[in-house]
């Protein structure tokens, strides 16, 4: 047993006092066993970016880190990383089914348009600026006003969606946009509008 000891001590390191190559060996170690944990956590887990999908990459991050660095013992990281990956799958699976407890951890879409026109209110509690908004609309629509947008909703994970009208008119002629003939692309049916 004690041989075990001293070769984990001389290829880990103990302490803040570690060679290059030990830190390097607890990055790899760290790395595998945070893949692992992520592994553990599911898919959808921390594809969401809410609020409590940040404060859990942030702490797992900060906890982590600290094993790399040999300011924490392996054992007291990955413990502490396993509950909060244990905590963010639990609130996953509790949001999942109770929409409640979904909107109290999640928050809430908010819609920044009324009748048309920019609901300053919305966009103020927001805390959204004139400048982001119409910064988003360039990059989502390529466009510089909110003609032909029916809905834009600051989205639970802080990203701007625009929604276009249904019976948008086509731009050059005034008339409903046309489909054109449908074609395929790798195997699967697509129509394209006029214009793309």
């Known amino acids: 047993m004690d041989s075990l000891n001293g070769f984990m001590h001389a290829v880990l ?12 060996v607890r990055a790899v170690i760290v790395f595998i066993a945070t893949w692992l944990l992520l592994r553990v956590a599911c898919r959808r887990s921390f594809a969401q970016k809410t609020a409590f999908d940040l404060c ?25 990383a396993l509950v909060l990956v244990l905590m963010h799958r639990g609130v996953a699976w509790l ?8 909107r109290f951890t ?5 819609d920044l348009l009324k009748d048309g026109n920019v609901d300053h209110a919305r966009v103020a509690q927001a805390m959204v600026s004139e400048e982001d908004l ?3 609309l360039r990059s989502s629509l390529q466009a510089e006003t909110l003609e032909g947008i029916s809905r834009v909703v600051l989205e639970r994970n802080g990203v701007l969606t625009f929604v ?7 731009p050059e002629t005034g008339h409903p946009a046309k489909a054109h ?5 790798n195997g699967a049916s697509v129509t394209r509008l006029p214009g793309r």
Do not use: C, H, M
């Open 13 to 24: 390191g103990e302490g803040d006092q570690l060679a290059w190559w030990q830190g390097a």
């Open 56 to 80: 859990v990459v942030l702490l797992l991050g900060a906890v982590l880190s600290r094993a790399v660095v040999g300011a924490t013992s392996f054992p007291t990281a990955f413990a502490a």
């Open 95 to 102: 949001s999942s089914r109770y929409p409640t407890f979904d």
């Open 106 to 110: 999640g928050g809430q879409a908010i």
């Open 134 to 136: 119409k910064a988003n």
């Open 164 to 170: 276009r009208e249904k019976n948008k008119r086509g």
């Open 181 to 185: 003939a449908p074609g395929k692309i």
